[in-house]
């Protein structure tokens, strides 16, 4: 068997897998074993056979990737693997043989990953298929190396980009088909320079813009389908574009005119395009940019206002708290403690926007009775009735009148506002008898409301 130079086993109805041992067969020059019902992967030892030239493998059920080993074969013009169920990234071993010259068909497999840019080094291949695959990234630049080839199918994977304009360096193109990715983007007017190409098929992408008279000069082309993209404008009516029995259109809301045979809409004249082109780049630029604006400083302004406000509040609120280190601080926490939970043992009286309890705190380390105005804020007016009253008692300083030990802003326990003032307790029952007990004169406008202070008895 090491003399054979062909194994053809196609069009058989072998089932199984693939021997490793075929790489034994290393003086092969042609191997077939295309549509059978080979199963598993191709075995590494393929890359043994370095006189091959030809390696059928298509119409099987072989699995799994292609073996990196087949860079190995240096002297093969013809690889087709097309039909099968291989999986896995494109090798990029298998670009860097230099001697392919006829053909690579990699087609209907289950390849992914990008198109890797080592494609270009196949400068000397006349076919490469791979369509109906799982290819997703962007066409890359360096396929406008492969400048020998004749037909380039990459239709029905999801490549995701524009066009480069540098498809349009080869030359040599007869056939290209692109359909059913996700092209976008314009379609490059340098496409229209490919004076050789017939067939070029663009279709189901999301190619956008006009279609630009260059492609009138193709005089070669004669298939030429743009169905279902996002194109506009008017459909060139000269050159090869006055006889397009084999052109589609079809599927571009945008496009108008063209000749009769392409069944598109009639354009609107030169004036009213004019206005309609106009109107519709306000409502595609314009309006979205101003409206993008208007949202953003919206939107800014309302950060700010909201961000502002509660500084306000705080620096309003805690200023009589804290501003001066006479002030002791006291905590939500102290207060509950020293009211027992605010029992109505302790309820001294009550006004219409507070109530009056007796407490006791740790003051300069040392037990102490107080009074302490709790302000019911849920009453209307209670917060302005809280600053009001410690921006006043903050500011006078009488001896007949009694002091504020300080005053407490915080939050309570359900993450309420909670506001409070701290004066001094008196045992002694009301203010008036304790000022007429110690002789005191008092006018009837220094006297301080009663709920702000003492044991009620």
């Known amino acids: 068997m090491a003399r054979h130079t062909t194994g053809l086993l196609s069009n058989n109805h072998f089932t199984g897998e693939l021997p490793g041992s075929i790489g034994r067969l290393n003086?092969?020059?042609?191997?077939?074993?295309?549509?059978?019902?080979?199963?598993?992967?191709?075995?590494?030892?393929?890359?043994?056979?370095?006189?091959?030239?030809?390696?059928?493998?298509?119409?099987?059920?072989?699995?799994?990737?292609?073996?990196?080993?087949?860079?190995?074969?240096?002297?093969?013009?013809?690889?087709?693997?097309?039909?099968?169920?291989?999986?896995g990234p494109l090798p990029k071993e298998i670009f860097y043989l230099s001697s392919l010259t006829n053909a690579l068909d990699l087609s209907?497999?289950?390849?992914?990953?990008?198109?890797?840019?080592?494609?270009?080094?196949?400068?000397?291949?006349?076919?490469?298929?791979?369509?109906?695959?799982?290819?997703?990234?962007?066409?890359?630049?360096?396929?406008?190396?492969?400048?020998?080839?004749?037909?380039?199918?990459?239709?029905?994977?999801?490549?995701?980009?524009?066009?480069?304009?540098?498809?349009?360096?080869?030359?040599?193109?007869?056939?290209?088909?692109?359909?059913?990715?996700?092209?976008?983007?314009?379609?490059?007017?340098e496409l229209g320079l490919m004076d050789g190409i017939q067939e070029l098929h663009l279709a189901h992408n999301n190619l956008s813009g006009h279609i630009t008279e260059s492609f009138g000069n193709m005089t070669s082309l004669y298939r030429f389908d743009l169905s279902f993209n996002r194109l506009d404008d008017r459909v060139p009516s000269q050159g090869v574009f006055s006889n397009v029995t084999r052109f589609s259109f079809e599927g571009n809301s945008g496009l108008c005119g063209g000749v009769s045979e392409v069944y598109l809409p009639l354009c609107p004249p030169e004036s009213m395009e004019h206005g309609l082109r106009k109107r519709h780049f306000l409502m595609k630029v314009v309006i979205p940019i101003v409206a993008g604006i208007i949202i953003c400083s919206s939107l800014i302004l309302v950060f700010f206002t909201i961000r502002k406000k509660p500084k306000a509040q705080s620096a309003t609120t805690r200023g009589f708290q804290l501003a001066d280190d006479n002030y002791p601080r006291v905590s939500y926490a102290e207060l509950v403690q020293g009211t027992n939970c605010f029992a109505t043992d302790n309820l001294i009286g009550r006004g219409r926007y507070d109530s009056v309890y007796k407490c006791g705190l740790l003051l300069k380390n040392m037990m102490s009775t107080v009074a302490m105005k709790v302000f019911d804020l849920q009453q209307s007016g209670s917060s302005r009735s809280f600053l009001a009253e410690c921006e006043a008692l903050r500011k006078i300083c009488h001896h007949n009148l009694i002091s504020v030990i300080t005053c407490c802003s915080s939050l309570d326990s359900n993450q309420n506002d909670f506001k409070a003032i701290v004066f001094e307790f008196m045992p002694n029952g009301s203010l008036d008898k304790s000022l007429v007990e110690n002789r005191a004169l008092v006018r009837p406008e220094k006297s301080i409301n009663p709920g702000c202070i003492t044991n009620w008895d």
């Open 27 to 87: 003086l092969l020059e042609a191997l077939g074993f295309e549509n059978n019902r080979l199963k598993g992967s191709l075995p590494f030892s393929l890359g043994n056979l370095t006189w091959l030239a030809s390696l059928y493998a298509e119409g099987n059920n072989f699995e799994g990737r292609l073996p990196t080993s087949l860079g190995s074969l240096q002297e093969i013009t013809t690889g087709n693997f097309s039909n099968n169920m291989f999986t």
């Open 108 to 189: 209907d497999n289950y390849f992914v990953g990008t198109l890797p840019p080592e494609v270009g080094l196949l400068t000397k291949v006349a076919y490469m298929y791979i369509s109906n695959n799982n290819l997703s990234g962007p066409l890359p630049d360096a396929l406008s190396s492969c400048q020998s080839l004749i037909h380039l199918r990459l239709d029905h994977n999801s490549i995701n980009s524009s066009i480069p304009a540098s498809v349009s360096k080869m030359q040599g193109l007869i056939l290209l088909n692109l359909t059913k990715n996700t092209l976008y983007g314009m379609i490059p007017r």
